[in-house]
Nanobody
Framework: QVQLVESGGGLVQAGGSQRLSCTAS????????MGWFRQAPGKVRELIAS????????FYADSVKGRFTISRDNARNTVYLQMNSLKPLDTAVYYC????????????WGQGTQVTVSS
């Protein structure tokens, strides 16, 4: 059974940095795309960053472009999200997800980790 476990959330001041990690287990992730989503209170969950299997293709939502960096370590089945210059608007529950090879949607999800940015 595939499991994704996120870590690294918490409280941070505006302008600060935080790094989220997500480790996947229980499956084969070769060729997968890994992504980070977030959901703020009262808003829909949105994709904010994704990375291809070999890291040569990344996507960032406009809201985080230039501030957040996604990376992955395939040997550890882990994806990271480095978040810099955090703003109160970045406050949300952050989820990692895996889109397996040849799948059209993200099929596996973590439980989410809260990130709160204070002003």
């Amino acid at each position: 059974q595939v499991q994704l476990v996120e870590s690294g959330g918490g409280l941070v001041q505006a302008g600060g940095s935080q790094r989220l990690s997500c480790t996947a287990s229980g499956g084969t992730f070769s060729g997968s795309v890994m992504g980070w989503f977030r959901q703020a209170p009262g808003k829909v969950r949105e994709l904010i960053a994704s990375i291809s299997w070999n890291g040569d293709s990344t996507f960032y939502a406009d809201s985080v472009k230039g501030r957040f960096t996604i990376s992955r370590d395939n040997a550890r089945n882990t994806v990271y999200l480095q978040m810099n210059s955090l703003k109160p608007l970045d406050t949300a529950v952050y989820y990692c997800a895996v889109r397996p090879r040849d799948y059209l949607k993200y099929d596996y999800w973590g439980q989410g980790t809260q990130v709160t940015v204070s002003s």
